[in-house]
């Protein structure tokens, strides 16, 4: 096992191409999870540091230099970072465990899916298409344009840092746009640490800002009046600020947000394969994962030999230090939210929940005064407990038994959130008609927490607005624009617009003489 690094790290701004430390601003101490002391300290950005931001991605798009690159410029650059992720990728990580308190393996993975993202946004830059219409007779063509939108604010929340912030970074760049990154206070380290890299692969100076800090930090983003479009991954609750903020100029908005998703289980699924599944599933990243899966639906005739394998499998996973190889599951994010996730298990019998695995928080010997529960399965959950409906967003899993696949579609969607769902059966029938019925942005079959860049994520309902990766992720990060061409020698002939006469052939309007 490594220990933390020794000296708290400092964390600045980074605007310009440059790393800006000297500041007024006040310092955030951030505490390791997995051992409380302070490893770094983070500037809290101020709205002159948002001001100072914003003007340098302003600059630096109006110049026109990056949006109008030719793509394979653009490319060439975005594959360097890539690259240079992967070079840097022990450290990245490193990062990223030790401040999210995520179990190191995991962390490499995201590194490893970060570079990944950088690779695909940068064969988007090669391939940005509008249209043409040359429908409406001879002397009409209309193109529509796909243009960068402008000033990007990406505002990222801590549970997968290099990760999410790579989910957005090297799209909005792709499209041409220059942006200003807000990482969580929580875990600031390695956007600092890729917004670097990005000058050092060449990025034009202004291109790629980073204004470290908290929720103001991010409120004065979301308000610029300078800002073209934000795309804010966190919390519902705050989502619902950036809306309110974002009214002034009427930004454009991409929003992912909270998930509450069920794992449906049929009786004539593979049962040792998706009680691995959702074992996975709910512990992955320490249950901090929006597309977690905390709510288990399983068929009652074959409940209790399920919920016994699930309950052997949970008792079986290590949890450690985020930095220790072994570890399955590490320590939560930070004090306040250990209190959180615990107080479901605390009130779980006021609804009639039973605990019946974990459920205990980890203190002394190894876990010292880090920030550790034990995984958790709460049986006999009912759709209206707290458990059931709220965001938990840690390693704790509720059971509710179902008898119908309707009564399963019901309970699945009766939540606020529409991030995913998994249904596990070896019936395809059984399983598409689950699919369409799932009022969630991703469904999983016969497998859980997956997927690839190219096919784009989101939520329905209060899980979010717009997608994120793919051509619809990469999409948000333009607007459109309709160019109307007339040709021909007909000086002083305007033709009724068409579309206003429903395309029928329409009378001409001549000047008069
Ligand atoms: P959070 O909402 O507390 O914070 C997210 C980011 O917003 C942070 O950078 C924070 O500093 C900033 N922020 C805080 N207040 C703000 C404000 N008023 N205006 C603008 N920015 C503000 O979320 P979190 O605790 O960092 O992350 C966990 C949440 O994120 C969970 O709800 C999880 O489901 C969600 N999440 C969603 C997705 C997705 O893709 N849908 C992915 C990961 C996490």
Same mark, same amino acid.
């Given at each position: 096992?490594?220990?933390?690094?020794?000296?708290?790290?400092?964390?600045?701004?980074?605007?310009?191409?440059?790393?800006?430390?000297?500041? *007024?601003?006040?310092?955030?101490?951030?505490?390791?999870?997995?051992?409380?002391?302070?490893?770094?300290?983070?500037?809290?950005?101020?709205?002159?540091?948002?001001?100072?931001?914003?003007?340098?991605?302003?600059?630096?798009?109006?110049?026109?230099?990056?949006?109008?690159?030719?793509?394979?410029?653009?490319?060439?650059?975005?594959?360097?970072?890539?690259?240079?992720?992967?070079?840097?990728?022990?450290?990245?990580?490193?990062?990223?465990?030790?401040?999210?308190?995520?179990?190191?393996?995991?962390?490499?993975?995201?590194?490893?899916?970060?570079?990944?993202?950088?690779?695909?946004?940068?064969?988007?830059?090669?391939?940005?298409?509008?249209?043409?219409?040359?429908?409406?007779?001879?002397?009409?063509?209309?193109?529509?344009?796909?243009?960068?939108?402008?000033?990007?604010?990406?505002?990222?929340?801590?549970?997968?840092?290099?990760?999410?912030?790579?989910?957005?970074?090297?799209?909005?760049?792709? $499209?041409?746009?220059?942006?200003?990154?807000?990482?969580?206070?929580?875990?600031?380290?390695?956007?600092?640490?890729?917004?670097?890299?990005?000058?050092?692969?060449?990025?034009?100076?202004?291109?790629?800002?980073?204004?470290?800090?908290?929720?103001?930090?991010?409120?004065?983003?979301?308000?610029?009046?300078?800002?073209?479009?934000?795309?804010?991954?966190?919390?519902?609750?705050?989502?619902?600020?950036?809306?309110?903020?974002?009214?002034?100029?009427?930004?454009?908005?991409?929003?992912?947000?909270?998930?509450?998703?069920?794992?449906?289980?049929?009786?004539?699924?593979?049962?040792?394969?998706?009680? $691995? /599944?959702?074992?996975?599933?709910?512990?992955?990243?320490?249950?901090?994962?929006?597309?977690?899966?905390?709510?288990?639906?399983?068929?009652?005739?074959?409940?209790?030999?399920?919920?016994?394998?699930?309950?052997?499998?949970?008792?079986?996973?290590?949890?450690?230090?985020?930095?220790?190889? #072994?570890?399955?599951?590490?320590?939560?994010?930070?004090?306040?939210?250990?209190?959180?996730?615990?107080?479901?298990?605390?009130?779980?019998?006021?609804?009639?929940?039973?605990?019946?695995?974990?459920?205990?928080?980890?203190?002394?010997?190894?876990?010292?005064?880090?920030?550790?529960?034990?995984?958790?399965?709460?049986?006999?959950?009912?759709?209206?407990?707290?458990?059931?409906?709220?965001?938990?967003?840690?390693?704790?899993?509720?059971?509710?038994?179902?008898?119908?696949?309707?009564?399963?579609? #019901?309970?699945?969607?009766?939540?606020?959130?529409?991030?995913?769902?998994?249904?596990?059966?070896?019936?395809?029938?059984?399983?598409?008609?689950?699919?369409?019925?799932?009022?969630?942005?991703?469904?999983?079959?016969?497998?859980?927490?997956?997927?690839?860049? *190219?096919?784009?994520?989101?939520?329905?309902?209060?899980?979010?607005?717009?997608?994120?990766?793919?051509?619809?992720?990469?999409?948000?990060?333009?607007?459109?624009?309709?160019?109307?061409?007339?040709? /021909?020698?007909?000086?002083?002939?305007?033709?009724?617009?068409?579309?206003? #006469?429903?395309?029928?052939?329409?009378?001409?309007?001549?000047?008069?003489?």
């Amino acid at each position: 096992m490594t220990n933390t690094l020794t000296e708290p790290r400092l964390i600045g701004h980074f605007i310009q191409g440059s790393t800006v430390q000297e500041t *007024q601003d006040e310092l955030l101490d951030r505490r390791a999870p997995g051992t409380d002391e302070v490893v770094s300290r983070v500037l809290r950005g101020s709205g002159h540091d948002v001001d100072q931001a914003v003007q340098a991605a302003r600059t630096a798009f109006d110049t026109g230099t990056w949006q109008h690159a030719p793509g394979m410029e653009r490319y060439k650059l975005l594959n360097r970072v890539a690259d240079l992720i992967d070079q840097n990728a022990a450290r990245l990580a490193q990062l990223d465990a030790e401040e999210s308190g995520k179990p190191i393996v995991l962390a490499e993975g995201d590194i490893a899916g970060a570079a990944g993202l950088w690779r695909y946004a940068a064969s988007l830059a090669l391939n940005i298409q509008g249209k043409s219409f040359t429908s409406n007779g001879p002397d009409f063509t209309g193109l529509v344009l796909r243009e960068p939108i402008g000033v990007t604010g990406l505002i990222i929340p801590w549970n997968f840092p290099a990760l999410i912030l790579s989910q957005k970074l090297p799209f909005a760049l792709a $499209a041409g746009c220059t942006a200003v990154v807000k990482p969580s206070e929580f875990t600031s380290s390695s956007a600092l640490e890729i917004a670097r890299l990005t000058a050092e692969a060449g990025f034009p100076e202004g291109v790629v800002n980073v204004v470290v800090g908290d929720g103001p930090t991010g409120g004065a983003i979301s308000e610029h009046r300078d800002v073209d479009l934000v795309s804010f991954t966190g919390s519902t609750a705050t989502g619902r600020k950036v809306v309110a903020a974002s009214a002034g100029n009427m930004k454009k908005l991409s929003l992912e947000l909270g998930g509450k998703a069920a794992n449906i289980v049929f009786n004539d699924a593979d049962l040792e394969d998706a009680a $691995a /599944g959702v074992v996975f599933g709910v512990n992955f990243n320490n249950g901090e994962c929006c597309v977690s899966q905390p709510r288990l639906l399983v068929q009652e005739d074959v409940a209790d030999q399920f919920i016994a394998e699930v309950a052997k499998r949970t008792a079986q996973l290590k949890v450690g230090q985020p930095l220790d190889r #072994a570890s399955d599951v590490g320590a939560l994010i930070h004090a306040g939210h250990l209190d959180h996730v615990s107080s479901f298990v605390e009130g779980a019998s006021q609804h009639g929940g039973e605990v019946i695995v974990g459920g205990e928080r980890l203190t002394g010997g190894e876990y010292g005064n880090g920030q550790f529960i034990a995984p958790t399965i709460i049986a006999n959950v009912t759709a209206q407990a707290p458990a059931f409906q709220d965001e938990i967003f840690g390693p704790v899993l509720t059971v509710t038994k179902f008898k119908t696949q309707a009564e399963a579609i #019901a309970l699945a969607n009766s939540v606020e959130y529409g991030l995913a769902n998994s249904v596990w059966s070896k019936n395809t029938d059984t399983l598409l008609e689950t699919a369409k019925a799932l009022q969630s942005g991703t469904v999983y079959a016969n497998t859980t927490i997956d997927g690839i860049p *190219q096919m784009p994520f989101g939520g329905y309902k209060a899980s979010g607005v717009g997608r994120e990766m793919g051509e619809a992720g990469f999409e948000e990060f333009t607007e459109l624009k309709s160019v109307n061409i007339r040709t /021909g020698k007909r000086a002083g002939t305007f033709p009724i617009p068409a579309s206003l #006469a429903g395309g029928a052939s329409v009378p001409q309007m001549t000047p008069r003489d």
